[in-house]
């Protein structure tokens, strides 16, 4: 007999984003005459064609493929130099962040759940409240809580309220916390950290012995200048933290995927023994062992959006979603609800109308406007009386959602 991972059945809901699209098709299915007018803000999915200068790169990367002279089979599992250095001289100059620290990926949510693999059992973890559900669940999954209670917190994490009282910026945990969670801008509420709250984390992390998870996929939004993009502008983040990013959001990669992981060789970690290991080393065998890299092509499309070409059509795309974002923030606020985000992210993170709760405010949206957003309380129960609007989408689509906002919310 084959046991299973009894982890896995203490995971409360399905995943959220399956479990809304369950909802939605049991709606379209008892509203046919209704499902074409559905508008899609839930999951946070890009809608615009992926940019011509990624596309002709990519396109040029299977020409290659088909000749034998150009012909690439297994590549390099940290992903290809020319991927590497790229990421390194755009997006860390200045920084003191290497190729070599960078892993190419298929992507940020994969990333931020196998780093676990590199931690070992009684780690205790701080977790901000509301979260990306995808830092729970993979901590669920590997063993590292006890069961959920009625509102869906697991015992033994750490949770941090982000909140309207506290600006949605977390406090410092009580107690002495080993791996801490954090995301800027936050998925799910668009909100960002300032240098001086960022070095507040780096300094209890280092005064701490904790490593920081920074999951910095929404980085390319953020508009304000003084916002840092990356953890490595904090003085003292490459002894403390592990950065996570992407080419989703912003090169349109969802589909294709791509993403890398920033591990600096002054981030380590203790083995049973005491002994100082760079979790950099251990990353790497985990990734050559699990792991062929990106594929090839992909690669070539994502080194093409730090092109000349390539970044302008990454920062039409940016603008694109921020004006979506804007828009949707001007409506809720017309139609007399509080809103968060939307300014530096592309998500805007709204007060539910007094008395009404995440769960019925998606199910008004989805019966009443036909739009479909996201349960705040799906991210964790301090997320409860809120909901998520996604900007991406067609400006289109936006635009009869505000309309859709005001005549049914207003
Ligand atoms: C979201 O909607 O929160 C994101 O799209 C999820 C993801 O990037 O995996």
Same mark, same amino acid.
């Given at each position: 007999?084959?046991?299973?991972?009894?982890?896995?059945?203490?995971?409360?809901?399905?995943?959220?984003?399956?479990?809304?699209?369950?909802?939605?098709?049991?709606?379209?299915?008892?509203?046919? #005459?209704?499902?074409?007018?559905? @508008?899609?803000?839930?999951?946070?999915?890009?809608?615009?064609?992926?940019?011509?200068?990624?596309?002709?790169?990519?396109?040029?990367?299977?020409?290659?493929?088909?000749?034998?002279?150009?012909?690439?089979?297994?590549?390099?599992?940290?992903?290809?130099?020319?991927?590497?250095?790229?990421?390194?001289?755009?997006?860390?100059?200045?920084?003191?962040?290497?190729?070599? #620290?960078?892993?190419?990926?298929?992507?940020?949510?994969?990333?931020?759940?196998?780093?676990?693999?590199?931690?070992?059992?009684?780690?205790?973890?701080?977790?901000?409240?509301?979260?990306?559900?995808?830092?729970?669940?993979?901590?669920?999954?590997?063993?590292?809580?006890?069961?959920?209670?009625?509102?869906?917190?697991?015992?033994? %994490?750490?949770?941090?309220?982000?909140?309207?009282?506290?600006?949605?910026?977390?406090? %410092?945990?009580?107690?002495?916390?080993? %791996?801490?969670?954090? *995301?800027?801008?936050?998925?799910?509420?668009?909100?960002?950290?300032?240098?001086?709250?960022?070095?507040?984390?780096?300094?209890?992390?280092?005064?701490?012995?904790?490593?920081?998870?920074?999951?910095?996929?929404?980085?390319?939004? @953020?508009?304000?200048?003084? @916002?840092?993009?990356?953890?490595?502008?904090?003085?003292?983040?490459?002894? *403390?933290?592990?950065?996570? *990013?992407?080419?989703?959001?912003?090169?349109?990669?969802?589909?294709?995927?791509? +993403?890398? &992981?920033?591990?600096?060789? !002054?981030?380590? !970690?203790?083995?049973?023994?005491?002994?100082?290991?760079?979790?950099?080393?251990?990353?790497?065998?985990?990734?050559?062992?699990?792991?062929? $890299?990106?594929?090839?092509?992909?690669?070539?499309?994502?080194?093409?959006?730090?092109?000349?070409?390539?970044?302008?059509?990454?920062?039409?795309?940016?603008?694109?979603?921020?004006?979506?974002?804007?828009?949707? *923030?001007?409506?809720?606020?017309?139609?007399?609800?509080?809103?968060?985000?939307? &300014?530096?992210?592309?998500?805007?993170?709204?007060?539910?109308?007094?008395?009404?709760?995440?769960?019925?405010?998606?199910?008004?949206?989805?019966?009443?406007?036909?739009?479909?957003?996201?349960? +705040?309380?799906?991210?964790?129960?301090?997320?409860? $009386?809120?909901?998520?609007?996604?900007?991406?989408?067609?400006?289109?689509?936006?635009?009869?959602?505000?309309?859709?906002?005001?005549?049914?919310?207003?």
């Amino acid at each position: 007999m084959a046991r299973i991972n009894d982890n896995f059945l203490k995971l409360k809901a399905g995943y959220l984003f399956p479990e809304i699209g369950r909802r939605v098709k049991a709606y379209n299915d008892s509203n046919p #005459d209704k499902a074409a007018a559905l @508008i899609r803000c839930g999951i946070g999915d890009v809608t615009e064609p992926l940019p011509e200068a990624a596309r002709e790169a990519i396109k040029g990367a299977v020409d290659e493929l088909g000749n034998r002279d150009t012909f690439r089979g297994y590549g390099p599992e940290q992903g290809y130099d020319f991927l590497r250095e790229a990421i390194a001289s755009n997006n860390y100059a200045g920084l003191g962040i290497s190729a070599d #620290d960078i892993f190419v990926s298929d992507g940020s949510k994969c990333d931020t759940g196998n780093i676990l693999d590199i931690f070992g059992p009684g780690n205790r973890i701080a977790i901000t409240d509301p979260v990306y559900p995808v830092y729970v669940d993979t901590n669920v999954m590997a063993g590292n809580t006890g069961e959920a209670d009625e509102n869906g917190a697991y015992e033994g %994490l750490v949770y941090l309220p982000c909140t309207a009282e506290n600006n949605f910026a977390p406090a %410092l945990p009580e107690e002495k916390v080993d %791996l801490i969670y954090l *995301c800027y801008p936050n998925n799910p509420t668009g909100t960002t950290a300032s240098k001086e709250e960022l070095t507040k984390w780096v300094d209890y992390a280092k005064a701490n012995d904790a490593i920081i998870l920074y999951d910095a996929a929404y980085a390319a939004f @953020i508009q304000d200048e003084s @916002i840092p993009k990356s953890i490595y502008e904090i003085e003292g983040a490459d002894e *403390c933290a592990i950065e996570f *990013c992407s080419f989703s959001k912003n090169g349109g990669f969802t589909g294709i995927r791509c +993403g890398w &992981v920033v591990a600096p060789p !002054g981030v380590t !970690g203790a083995s049973a023994s005491g002994e100082r290991i760079p979790l950099r080393q251990l990353w790497s065998r985990r990734t050559s062992t699990k792991f062929n $890299g990106a594929s090839y092509p992909i690669q070539r499309g994502a080194e093409a959006l730090y092109s000349e070409a390539g970044k302008a059509q990454v920062s039409e795309l940016i603008s694109h979603y921020m004006e979506n974002a804007r828009l949707l *923030c001007e409506a809720c606020q017309k139609a007399n609800l509080t809103v968060f985000g939307g &300014v530096n992210a592309p998500y805007v993170w709204v007060k539910c109308p007094e008395g009404i709760s995440s769960w019925e405010m998606f199910d008004k949206m989805l019966n009443e406007a036909q739009v479909v957003v996201t349960p +705040g309380s799906g991210f964790g129960s301090a997320g409860e $009386g809120y909901f998520r609007i996604s900007a991406f989408n067609s400006r289109e689509n936006v635009e009869e959602v505000c309309q859709r906002i005001l005549d049914n919310l207003a």
